[in-house]
């Protein structure tokens, strides 16, 4: 299970690289950093060329090791079991790491907090928003992107795509962040096309690949002609979409080399911000902040680069919600209801990482699909 699973709530307090939180003073270690000996250990529950979760994280380790002075190893495939222990005290005791990322939502409790116990001179950091000020190591911490904003964007573009006014959306499980992404599709989609609706099939776990096709081709059956996802290699999902001749825009990292005719635009994180600032933190001899976490005001998660599948009315939408993004518009603005019970679940306006939207339980109005 990767980090996509949890919810973001814990985060909201410090939603901006640098935030206010507990901090670890670095002392001697941070002048060893300084003089330029710092190496960082990054571990992968998957494969890093998996065209999602995993691959993001490679990504910005591949951004990482052009900084002067950083060392990056890595291991990839490690499952959530004590296999994460033995790997990163691996890299501490045999590769001299400074810094370990676990990059998986399984690997923090009980294995980055005992390993955080265990070497309290090496920093540790989660990309999942589980690290508790009251009783974890001040050495360990967490971070995350808000990734809706970047589906928010992809759907601005798939409204100006779709030409039967369907976007499909293949999900995993029916949790707050997977949520999120969905609705945020559908409120971008409205921007631009008043009529879309989002039709969602959820697979039941994060990484299914027979399940991904089979709710693919249902989508498409169905009359979708853009469809997108939240699974944790969107790989099976836009090869599908691209074999049955309909669009896609992407999730976590770039799908467009899969889709050469028909992707659009996806939303990526960009783990190689916060990745940096910690690499010029450390350096500098300044302290980790424990909790990062953000979207486009501060360059945390991004759009890919546009496909063959935009026209050039979705360039123009997608790249002014970019910019919207960018300046904290807001996505949610009430009143709107749910698809279930035409109840109003958003009554008002709510900024961006306002606490109040990662407790989100419900689909809105203009999905078609359940959550139970």
């Keep these: 299970m990767s980090a996509s699973e949890v919810s973001r709530r814990t985060l909201l307090k410090t939603a901006a690289w640098g935030a206010a939180g507990a901090t670890l003073n670095l002392g001697a270690i941070g002048r060893a950093l300084a003089a330029g000996d710092l190496t960082v250990g990054i571990v992968y529950v998957g494969a890093r060329d998996d065209f999602g979760w995993n691959q993001a994280h490679a990504v910005a380790a591949e951004a990482l090791k052009l900084v002067p002075g950083v060392k990056v190893v890595e291991e990839e495939n490690v499952p959530e079991t004590d296999a994460c222990a033995k790997t990163m005290e691996s890299m501490i005791n045999l590769d001299g790491a400074g810094l370990i990322l676990a990059t998986s939502f399984g690997y923090y409790t009980p294995f980055v907090v005992d390993m955080a ?29 808000y990734l809706n904003q970047a589906h928010y964007v992809n759907g601005v573009a798939a409204g100006a795509c779709t030409t039967s006014n369907k976007i499909g959306f293949v999900a995993a499980k029916p949790i707050a962040s997977v949520l999120s992404n969905i609705n945020s599709v559908l409120l971008g989609a409205r921007k631009t096309n008043p009529k879309a609706i989002v039709q969602v099939i959820f697979t039941g776990d994060w990484s299914m690949p027979v399940r991904e096709a089979e709710a693919a081709n249902a989508l498409v059956d169905a009359g979708c002609d853009v469809i997108t996802c939240h699974v944790d290699s969107p790989k099976v999902v836009i090869e599908t979409a691209e074999k049955r001749g309909v669009k896609t825009c992407g999730h976590n990292a770039s799908q467009a080399p899969l889709a050469p005719k028909g992707f659009i635009t996806g939303a990526e994180y960009k783990w190689s911000t916060i990745y940096k600032g910690y690499a010029a933190d450390l350096a500098a001899s300044n302290p980790l902040p424990n909790f990062t976490a953000g979207g486009y005001e501060v360059d945390f998660v991004q759009n890919t680069p546009f496909g063959a599948g935009a026209n050039e009315a979705s360039k123009a939408a997608a790249t002014a919600a970019i910019a919207d993004m960018k300046n904290k518009v807001p996505i949610y603005v009430g009143p709107l209801k749910d698809n279930k019970t035409g109840k109003v679940v958003i009554d008002k306006t709510y900024g961006n990482l306002d606490p109040f939207l990662d407790k989100m339980d419900y689909l809105l109005d203009g999905v078609v699909g359940s959550i139970t």
Excluded at 117 to 138: E, G, I, M, S
């Design 117 to 145: 116990k265990k070497y309290p001179n090496v920093q540790f950091r989660h990309a999942a928003p589980l690290w508790n000020k009251d009783k974890d190591p001040k050495n360990a911490g967490s971070y995350f992107g």
